[in-house]
């Protein structure tokens, strides 16, 4: 599995769409380990484009703090899972809080 974190100054950027990287995670579920991490910088952002983009990478879930709700549809059509509500923390802690089942869902940061 592989998990797409949008990041800004090393921290979960809470609305993917202004990111300036995104830290791609190749995870083993069962062992609830990291066992690669790919720093990726994505290009403009335009609808649709970034789901295109993070499935052509092999993205199966995106993390992220905010995103509307035809970004999530888009995001599914292009077979990524969507996980929003994550807090404002490393991507690295954000992954493993993940595998471990204790990560926190708050609000979902995008409002429209």
Partial sequence: MKIAIPVADEKL?????????FYLYEVDEEEKQILSTTKLTPPPHEPGVLPRWLSQNQANLIIA???????????KENGIKVWTGAPLDSPKTIV??????TLVAGDNACDH
Avoid at 13 to 21: A, T
Avoid at 65 to 75: D, E, H, N, V
């Fill in 65 to 75: 703090g905010g995103m509307g709700q035809s970004a999530q549809r888009l995001f």
């Fill in 13 to 21: 950027c809470l609305h993917f769409g202004h990111c300036q990287q």
């Fill in 96 to 101: 493993e809080k993940y595998l471990k089942g």
